[in-house]
């Protein structure tokens, strides 16, 4: 990997962070190239702050986006990722909120809210994508209509985790949360 003329300016240690923050947002597949950009215009601004953001982001998602194509290209016709979204959109049609890539658990609770006769919420945030990225492991949150969380031998959770199976996807429920084991090759258009 060559580095980036702008980064060369900056620490060993800044340079690898502002890489891993653009390799994230850039692999999530969530992220549009506006969020991307302001993500990592506001990192540089904070962590080196010497640099001209303007210049240095578009190198910093550019490395990004060529690492990635250059992976996926080796990557199967369906990926884990793939099935996911197949989980989801399943679940989506029973009647369960799903709440993809979100700042936080209140926006998924405003969403959970807003709906008509949920039959329950699956979520996860931007910061669970980004470490499956990185770690393999998804954590799915899940919820009663009343914002409770399933609790083990609750047929809601065991639907979930019977469908996770069904499409290959590893899963098992642990303090709360289920923890999907993948491989995070979700293809990006940016």
């Known amino acids: 990997m060559t580095t980036p003329e702008g980064l060369l300016a900056v620490d060993e240690r800044t340079a690898r962070e502002l890489r891993g923050l653009a390799r994230v947002l850039v692999r999530s ?17 904070e962590d080196a702050p010497s640099m001209d953001a303007a210049t240095l982001v578009p190198l910093l998602i550019g490395e990004a986006v060529i690492d990635l194509n250059a992976e996926a290209a ?34 998924a609770r405003q969403a959970l809210e807003a709906a008509a006769d949920p039959r329950g919420l699956v979520f996860f945030t931007d910061t669970d994508v980004w470490h499956a990225v990185d770690f393999g492991m998804l954590e799915l949150k899940v919820w009663h209509p009343d914002t409770a969380n ?40 940016l």
Not at 32 to 45: G, S
Not at 79 to 107: C, F, K, N
Not at 156 to 184: K, M
Request: zero cysteines; charged letters at 25%.
């Open 29 to 45: 597949g969530y992220a549009d190239h506006a969020a991307i950009t302001a993500a990592l215009t506001e990192a540089v601004q």
């Open 74 to 107: 080796d990557w199967p016709s369906a990926t884990d990722p793939d099935r996911l979204d197949a989980v989801l959109s399943e679940l989506e049609s029973r009647g369960i909120v799903v709440v993809r890539y979100t700042s936080d658990h209140h926006a």
């Open 150 to 189: 399933v609790a083990p031998g609750e047929p809601l959770l065991e639907d979930l985790l019977a469908l996770l199976h069904q499409h290959d996807l590893p899963a098992v429920f642990d303090e709360g949360r289920i923890e999907v084991t993948l491989n995070w090759q979700r293809r990006v258009t």
